[in-house]
């Protein structure tokens, strides 16, 4: 099961140079050596500052979702969670990261790896939507 740690964002991010162009995941393209545009990647992760948190990742029953561990999840705690959102929930007071399915009155938490066993939501369990997954961000070095 994927579990996770909750983070707080801490302070403002100065704006980091944007290429003007797209970098090709295919054939190579030509590289455009202007930056037209800055990005903050507060702004562009996060919508409502006083109700994201940051979520580290543990574990890899979401890794078909491109959920992975140590990754960090964007959590937005004001959004109403649908069907087959990514949320961040409690369950029998232990967070996991999952898919919301609900269909004819039930509800379970669906695992993106077939190793693990959905998580069917019965009078016996006690379920939170913590939040919803809005974004996520991965190192590679």
């Excluded at 970098?23 to 109700?51: N, W, Y």
Aim: net charge neutral.
């Amino acid at each position: 099961m994927s579990k996770v740690s909750i983070l707080q964002p801490q302070g403002n991010y100065s704006s980091i140079p944007l290429f003007s162009g797209k970098v090709s995941a295919g054939f190579p393209g030509v590289v455009d050596e202007h930056m037209e545009e800055r990005l903050s990647l507060d702004q562009l992760l996060i919508k409502h500052p006083a109700t994201t948190f940051f979520a580290k990742v543990d574990g890899d029953s979401m890794i078909n979702a491109g959920i992975y561990q140590n990754d960090i999840l964007v959590v937005d705690r004001s959004l109403h969670a649908k069907d087959k959102d990514i949320v961040v929930a409690l369950v029998d007071n232990e967070f996991t990261v999952k898919r919301l399915r609900q269909r004819a009155g039930k509800v379970w938490l669906q695992a993106e790896n077939s190793a693990y066993k959905d998580i069917i939501i019965s009078g016996e369990s006690e379920l939170i939507i913590w939040g919803v997954v809005t974004g996520m961000t991965r190192t590679f070095r």
